[in-house]
Antibody, heavy 122, light 108 residues
């Protein structure tokens, strides 16, 4: 069974940092591109970042570019999202999601984790 | 960037057919995916590449995409289908993954 389990969320002050993790199981992580998507509770979904299979290629939404870093450790079956210079508008539930497309930009997100809540507030 | 427009809400009686639309300029030329999200839960993919259905998703769920509108159709609606539904695509012009604002399906 495919499972994605996020952790690391919490309350952080504006300007602070947080590192999210996403533990993958039930499939071979190294074969899949992966994404982070966030959602303000009660609002819509917003794509944050993607990473290719070996971690050498990453892309980011303009709103987080230069502040967030997406990385992966395929040996540990874990993804990471390092979030720096956090702002109030980064407050959201952060989901990791699997991309079955093998580099096809048009592919869907076929499995999602349960999410971890990040709250940026003083 | 590319904007996807969804109605905020759709209401149907049990056993009826629900149609949820997702509008965008020439969306028919793009690949559209649909996700279902129940309160407090992670999204679940219900339709991909316009009309394909993942394993485990009932045949009652179907999709179409043409012109400026993609549509998710749920036949013989059940109480358990009550959820938010988001359309999603990748916009090549902005290299951005775009989601619709979501439609809340209410089963009367």
């Amino acid at each position: 069974e495919v499972q994605l389990v996020e952790s690391g969320g919490g309350l952080v002050q504006p300007g602070g940092s947080l590192r999210l993790s996403c533990a993958a199981s039930g499939f071979t992580l190294s074969r899949y591109w992966m994404h982070w998507v966030r959602q303000v509770p009660g609002k819509g979904l917003v794509w944050v970042s993607r990473i290719n299979t070996d971690g050498r290629s990453t892309n980011y939404a303009d709103s987080v570019k230069g502040r967030f870093t997406f990385s992966r450790d395929n040996d540990k079956n874990t993804l990471y999202l390092q979030m720096n210079s956090l702002r109030a508008e980064d407050t959201a539930i952060y989901y990791c999601a699997r991309d079955p497309g093998g580099g096809n930009w048009n592919s869907p997100f076929d499995y999602w984790g349960q999410g971890t809540l990040v709250t940026v507030s003083s | 960037s590319y904007i996807l427009t969804q109605p905020p809400s759709v209401s149907v009686a049990p056993g009826e057919t629900a149609r949820i639309t997702c509008g965008g300029p020439n969306i028919g030329s793009k690949s559209v995916h649909w996700n279902q999200q129940k309160p407090g839960q992670a999204p679940v993919l219900v339709i991909y590449y316009d009309s394909d259905r993942p394993s485990g998703i009932p045949e009652r769920f179907s999709g179409s995409n043409s012109g400026n509108t993609a549509t998710l159709t749920i036949t013989r609606v059940e109480a358990g289908d009550e959820a938010d539904y988001f359309c999603q695509l990748w916009d090549s012009n902005s290299d951005d993954y775009v989601f619709g604002s979501g439609t809340k399906l209410t089963v009367l």
